[in-house]
């Protein structure tokens, strides 16, 4: 088992961007701390065993835990270099002689690098115990740092075991992780664990600033929070990613746009502009922005992860008042997000969220997750604030507790009470009002085929299709308006869905011509307003379905005795019930 090879040059070009081959991960390399106090935001760390070292308290096993890409592997190089240095043992190894060069390199022999998930057997444990018991050739101490060490076998962990419970004083374990529940009891309680902490949005802020004045690369302030945020606390994955920017933008200015632009991610404004257009119930302008995210190339499942993270803070804003420094945004966006929370009101923040993080979750498992945001947003933009029926059964049940002490009441036997058949409350369409499943809902006289016709073509259509899911897709928002003469018109919510069949509409008139065989147009439109349609579409369908669950479940909860009750008593309603 030996060391695995790494990063080999530590002289850098003047300007690391010189090549952009080798663009990748350079930042990483050129700025990787060579100290402790340069460990970016683990200080707690660096102070302990900066201090052990001073004071001559080295424990023999360490445990580095933590998320990826925020100094644990950095750290073990340094304290390596700290125990190793010809001039230490040192808190701050100098990192000139021949020991500290040999270690930054790579190359010592005495420091060697273990990648757990490659050597994972007990023979690798096995041939690492024999190399234990040799003194170091040339350092004072034999470090041996076990990366993502949750990836050893059992039997390798039993192995290692036994080198931890009787350690020769010339040789020290550094292990780190991502995974700690992973490591066994046994092995942890032999280690001494330092935890090693996601880093702050202004930390990172500060870090990428500093590395960029550096290099002398023009920037916007805003372009670079939106980095730090996408980074999500991993210095590592920061300076990828300003790697990938710097490398896109050449020798231009880094900003916002371009930001958006390289890595494809929703902005705040994207989402401000999404949330706001929520709130004033604009179900059209939700729908064009998202086309137009998509249009640009973001990811919408990033991007619905975003505007959850978006939701949350605006209820955050909307429940505690100067939530500034609860939220990752700037004074200006805090005022921003303030603004549309006052719109929203709280009730209604919490409706929002809670629907939305739903349908995050269902696109991310969902084959065509555009649908399934687009209902929610749908959905998003008819939420109503919710009354606290829960402050309301408990004022009750107060007062049934009074009234039954009292002897006025007799005791509660809720029996379950039939439910009587009801038409939606609140219907998605005109159309689909008074019908359960309404599939086809009006004639015009002279409409041909028949309309129980028009239904089974139209699915043999839609079935044909059925191997080319971009196509399926966009039938399903296809509403057939009408049906006459040899022309078939449809008519679409959305615009990307109608662009989507314009393509396909010589294959959809063959395949109706053939059919029907009647030689048959197709006349593709946008719907103007809402009248009802020959045949709702599949995707407005779904819609309508989902809501009559909706409505039947609400009307049994209306009629459950508890809420009958509170009905009596305070002469209330509840104005919606909320069901999960
Ligand atoms: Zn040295």
Redesign the pocket.
């Known amino acids: 088992m030996g060391a695995p090879p790494r990063d080999s040059g530590v002289d850098c070009p003047p300007c690391v961007f010189h090549d952009a081959r080798v663009s990748y991960l350079v930042l990483a390399r050129k700025y990787r701390p060579q100290k402790f106090e340069d460990l970016l935001g683990q200080e707690h760390v660096a102070r302990t065993l900066t201090n052990a070292i001073t004071m001559g308290r080295v424990h023999h096993a360490f445990l580095f835990t933590g998320a990826r890409g925020i100094g644990k592997t950095s750290a073990a190089r340094i304290l390596a270099?700290a125990l190793c240095?010809?001039?230490g043992p040192t808190a701050t190894?100098?990192?000139?002689?021949a020991?500290?060069q040999s270690i930054s390199n790579g190359q010592s022999v005495d420091v060697q690098e273990i990648d757990g998930a490659s050597n994972t057997g007990v023979d690798d444990v096995r041939a690492l115990r024999e190399g234990v018991r040799y003194l170091p050739a040339e350092a004072r101490k034999k470090v041996y740092i076990i990366d993502e060490v949750h990836m050893l076998s059992t039997s390798a962990f039993n192995a290692l075991l036994k080198t931890l419970e009787e350690p020769p004083a010339h040789v020290v374990f550094i292990s780190a992780t991502t995974e700690v529940h992973k490591i066994p009891a046994t092995i942890m309680s032999r280690c001494q664990r330092y935890d090693f902490k996601l880093l702050s949005s202004q930390v990172l802020v500060g870090h990428l600033t500093r590395i960029l004045d550096n290099e002398g690369i023009a920037y916007d302030p805003d372009a670079i929070r939106l980095v730090a945020r996408e980074a999500a606390g991993s210095v590592r994955d920061a300076l990828s990613l300003l790697d990938q920017i710097v490398a896109y933008v050449g020798h231009e200015k880094i900003t916002r746009d371009k930001v958006t632009e390289v890595l494809g991610i929703a902005d705040r404004r994207l989402l401000y502009q999404l949330a706001d257009q929520v709130l004033a119930r604009d179900v059209a302008a939700t729908l064009r922005t998202v086309a137009d995210a998509v249009d640009r190339g973001v990811d919408l499942i990033q991007m619905s992860r975003a505007f959850l993270g978006f939701l949350h803070d605006i209820e955050i804003v909307a429940a505690v008042p100067d939530a500034g420094d609860l939220i990752d945004a700037t004074p200006e966006e805090a005022g921003e997000t303030a603004a549309l929370a006052a719109k929203a009101g709280k009730a209604l923040t919490l409706v929002l969220f809670d629907r939305w993080a739903r349908a995050v979750e269902d696109a991310g498992r969902s084959q065509t997750p555009r649908l399934v945001l687009e209902m929610a947003l749908v959905d998003l933009c008819q939420a109503e604030p919710l009354l606290p029926l829960g402050d309301l059964l408990e004022r009750l049940e107060k007062l049934e507790g009074r009234l039954a002490a009292a002897g006025a009441l007799p005791p509660r036997t809720p029996a379950p009470v039939p439910v009587p058949a009801s038409p939606p409350r609140r219907p998605a369409r005109q159309s689909a009002e008074g019908q359960a499943a309404p599939a086809v809902t009006s004639a015009s006289p002279d409409s041909w085929p028949p309309d129980s016709d028009i239904a089974e073509v139209w699915r043999r259509v839609r079935e044909s299709f059925g191997h080319r899911p971009v196509v399926a897709a966009a039938l399903d928002h296809a509403e057939v308006v009408s049906w006459e003469s040899g022309t078939v018109t449809l008519q679409f919510v959305q615009r990307f869905a109608l662009d989507q069949t314009a393509k396909f509409k010589s294959e959809i008139e063959r395949c109706l011509t053939k059919l029907t065989g009647t030689t048959t147009r197709v006349d593709l439109k946008m719907a103007s307003s809402q009248g009802p349609a020959l045949l709702r579409s599949e995707v407005g369908r779904e819609a309508d379905a989902a809501q009559i669950d909706q409505n039947q479940r609400e009307t049994e909860a209306r009629q459950h005795p508890m809420i009958r009750k509170a009905q009596e008593l305070f002469g209330v309603s509840p104005k919606e019930i909320k069901i999960r």
């Open positions: 270099k240095c010809a001039q190894p100098c990192g000139t002689c020991v500290c």
